[in-house]
């Protein structure tokens, strides 16, 4: 495995580390196999959050007897203090530790989330009492949009941000990786594996381990894609001829019609949340989750058949996609009994 340093926090992350969404669907027993696993094959580093169901006490039940050495990360949507110091005392006992490597602010998406931590009483505020009582030791943000990243690091009070980059998802990542170095912020990178739609996951990883970031977080549920992506750490990242050209292919494939979830489409006038429905379908496509997402889907009152056919969504979308066409599409699939 090899290692970086992640930004200014002095630590050292293994390249690749395990992102732990995807145990909320995995027993308990095996999730804490999968990830003793990643930390024999090298694996430093795992980013959970508050809002992942089980997540973090499963990541807990790992980390007994195995907490040294390993870079802890978690994140809450809050974004007042109380809240905020509230979700930081739940995380901590779930996760069984009395100190949380990193946390940080859960996508902040826009600049209205992001005044609402900074402003007086504000989430940064119980993150900041936290890091002076050593609860937390660093500080961190995740956004699907780059805009407040952009801020948060001109502004100085975060360690690290959280992004998704990957070969689909480029726009605008060598300007913050440019800042990023600059104000010397550790970059961890989210959806590396656009959702399991790439065909050779190991050039996926080894692309975005070509640039300028700290460390990639891929979801992982068990042993065969801890082993794999593990491996992928210790590789040169130059692509071989066949790698990029399977990358390539996918790319032109997605690029197209891929939802970013950069939710510059809502508000919809009819409430209808437009990414989560394209979320609840990769769950059907890529996620092996169809009865889950179905029933997320169906028991919200807002679905695709609530669409008046406006178009403004498709007006503000920023990559110009046909979202009518692809809402019904997915509305087809998350419908079924
Ligand atoms: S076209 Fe449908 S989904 Fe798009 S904004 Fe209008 S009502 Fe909402
Ligand atoms: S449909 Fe377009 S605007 Fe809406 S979240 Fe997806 S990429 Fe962004």
Known sequence: MQYRELGKTGIKVSVVGFGALPIQRIDEKIAVEVLHKAFDLGMNFLDTGFRYSDSEYKVGLALKGRREGITVATKSPARDKKGMAEHIQISLKRLGTDYIDLYQLHNVKDMENLDKVLAPGGALEALKDAQKE???????????????????????????????????ETDEIEELLDLAEETNTGVIVMKPLAGGAFNNPTAALKFILKHRISIVIPGMDSLEQVIANAQVGTME???????????????????????????????????????QIFIWESYVDRYNLPEFARLRYQSSSKGVDNCIDCGKCESKCPYELPIRKMLARAGEKLSQK
């Open 134 to 168: 050593g609860l937390i030791k660093h500080i961190g943000i995740s956004s699907h949009r780059k805009e407040t990243l952009f801020v948060a690091m001109k502004q100085g009070f975060v360690d690290t941000i959280q992004v998704p980059f990957n070969a689909v």
């Open 237 to 275: 990242t130059t692509l071989t001829e066949e790698e990029q050209k399977s990358l390539d292919i996918d790319t032109a494939q997605l690029g197209a019609g891929f939802c970013r979830r950069c939710e510059y489409c809502l508000p919809c006038p009819m409430e209808i949340n437009i990414p």
